[in-house]
């Protein structure tokens, strides 16, 4: 973790995909977190660095914008509960700079209209905390569009 509390993470090979409009290839997805509690962005990036991701990690949304991450992610993984600019402000932010990035929101959350007015708005899935592994690595996978749904 650099100064800026930045977790960045690289997978092991799996061999190369296809890379960025620039040409460059990326071996990679690339996905990046945003939540501002410390321990979900020490625990999620081993769990999808495990199964093959790169991961970038932020404890605020205006890190993640002020960062390469914000064009360069394949998936974001965004709290929605943030302080200053929220997870959903965020979200119309990244629409507003044109910026197609799938979101699957995490939450704490038990507001049951919070799941579908994200999704309306874009989101791959709204998942409530505590969540599975699995169910976590499932929206990622839809959200690269690599999974059953």
Do not use: W, Y
Not at 54 to 82: M, T
């Amino acid at each position: 973790m650099d100064e800026a509390g930045t977790v960045t993470h690289s997978a092991p090979e799996n061999g190369p995909t296809k890379g960025s409009e620039a040409g460059v290839i990326n071996k990679h997805p690339r996905v990046a977190i945003v939540d501002d509690n410390e321990s979900v962005r020490e625990s999620l990036p081993g769990l999808l660095q495990h199964v093959g991701f790169a991961v970038q990690a932020f404890a605020s949304a205006e890190e993640f914008l002020a960062s390469e991450a914000a064009d360069e992610a394949s998936c974001l993984i965004l709290d929605v509960g943030l302080p200053g600019m929220s997870g959903p402000d965020l979200q119309q932010e990244l629409i507003r700079r044109r910026k197609a990035i799938p979101i699957v929101f995490i939450t704490a959350q038990r507001d049951t209209s919070l799941h579908p007015r994200l999704v309306a708005a874009g989101a791959v899935a709204c998942l409530f905390k505590p969540f599975s592994d699995t169910v976590l690595l499932e929206a990622v996978e839809t959200a690269l569009g690599r999974g059953n749904a």
